[in-house]
């Protein structure tokens, strides 16, 4: 059994800051990459960054260098920090990872999301 458990959202003002963690846990052979996803009201849920094992990243356009992936690889957590943050980030955001667990084969898992809203 694989969890992946997030934290960090909240009510912030337009202009503000988050930092969001995940953390995996459970039967974890490997994590080959872990995101952050996000999806608004109305919406589909769409990707806001990636980090793969290595450390290689990647982003949505929306992000426009506001905002950052990182990872601590050894307590299986990876993190988004969200600066300058408008009332259009408000989402729940999700983290995904691509681990490897019983049966030696990567499986998708989701966290539960945690709901972040901005104010005007």
């Known amino acids: 059994q694989v969890q992946l458990v997030e934290s960090g959202g909240g009510l912030v003002q337009a202009g503000g800051s988050l930092k969001l963690s995940c953390i995996a846990s459970g039967y974890i052979l490997g994590i080959r990459d872990m995101a952050w996803y996000r999806q608004a009201p109305g919406k589909q849920r769409e990707l806001v960054a990636r980090i793969t094992a290595p450390g290689n990243t990647v982003y949505a356009d929306f992000v426009k260098g506001r905002f950052t992936i990182s990872s601590d690889n050894p307590k299986k957590t990876i993190f988004l920090q969200m600066n300058s943050l408008a009332p259009e980030n408000t989402a729940v955001y999700y983290c995904?990872?691509?681990?490897?667990?019983?049966?030696?084969?990567?499986?998708?898992?989701w966290g539960q999301g945690t709901q972040v809203t901005v104010s005007a």
């Open positions: 995904n990872g691509d681990v490897l667990t019983a049966g030696a084969r990567y499986l998708d898992y």
